[in-house]
């Protein structure tokens, strides 16, 4: 665990879907290789929402939708910036099978959104960018919890 005098949160309301691409558009802009962001919430919370944002900002490039990665665990983007890994740990059945897909070298080489990040039971990296949807009134909300070097990117978001 990090200790709390390490880490910097932001609430951020998310009153629409727009809202939340929205969102994810402003970390895309400020994302780099090496970044990490989990995005943490239940089934339809609005990662993958978030995610297409992210994607969107990263690749320059407007999508109706991203194929969500349930079944292949990850889907991988280039932009200007390097590679993007969009993973969904969802059907994950154990760590190991993260480490054989190469994330842990992606962690460091490319930037990496991760959906259900709760999977890889902590084996997370110490820099990283938390972010918690949970949901408001028609609405969500988002809890951002910066680790390390993200506090210092945190008030750019
Ligand atoms: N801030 C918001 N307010 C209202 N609806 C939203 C908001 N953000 C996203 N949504 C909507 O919620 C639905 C689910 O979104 P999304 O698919 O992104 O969730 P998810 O967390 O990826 O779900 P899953 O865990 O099933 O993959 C979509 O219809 C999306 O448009
Ligand atoms: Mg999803």
Redesign the pocket.
Known sequence: MTPDSLVDSRQIA????A??LALGRRLGAVLERGDVVCLA??????????ARGAIEAWTGKQREEVP?P?FTLVQTYEGGRGELWHV?L?RLKRPDEAWELGLEDAFVDAACLI?WPERLEGALPKNRLDVA?TPEG???RAALKAHGAWRAKLGSI
């Open positions: 998310l009153p629409d879907a809202a939340t919430g239940n089934l339809g919370a609005g990662k993958t929402t978030l969500s349930t969904d969802y959906e949807l028609e609405g969500r």
